[in-house]
């Protein structure tokens, strides 16, 4: 079946930087759209990157252009997303997902916390 595995989480400061690792299974990677969202306590989830099969076109929600950059392996089966400047307000679960056959799939998710 369907996997994926979000790793890379963790606490960091202000200004500090993340990579995420999403490790994928189960479908053919390299054909599919994959994103990833997060969620904040209290919060709905929301989009924050998106990338195109074969990587060629990026995008991003507003609060995160120019920090975050999405990417991915596709003969590792893996997505990624690497964190930098981070912020206060991007603490949260990141979970990575895919859409297949109008059926979305989600990680089980991994905590990035911004504090001091």
């Known amino acids: 079946q369907v996997q994926l595995v979000e790793s890379g989480g963790g606490l960091v400061q202000p200004g500090g930087s993340l990579r995420l690792s999403c490790a994928t299974s189960?479908?053919?990677?390299?054909?599919?759209?994959m994103r990833w969202y997060r969620q904040a306590p209290g919060k709905e989830r929301e989009l924050v990157a998106s990338?195109?099969?074969?990587?060629?076109?990026?995008n991003y929600d507003a609060s995160v252009k120019g920090r975050f950059t999405i990417s991915r392996d596709n003969a590792k089966n893996t997505l990624y997303l690497q964190m930098n400047n981070l912020k206060p307000e991007d603490t949260g679960v990141y979970y990575c997902?895919?859409?297949?056959?109008?059926?979305?799939?989600w990680g089980q998710g991994t905590q990035v916390t911004v504090s001091t």
């Open positions: 189960g479908f053919t990677f390299r054909y599919y759209v």
């Open positions: 997902s895919v859409l297949r056959d109008s059926v979305t799939t």
């Open positions: 990338i195109t099969k074969d990587g060629g076109v990026r």
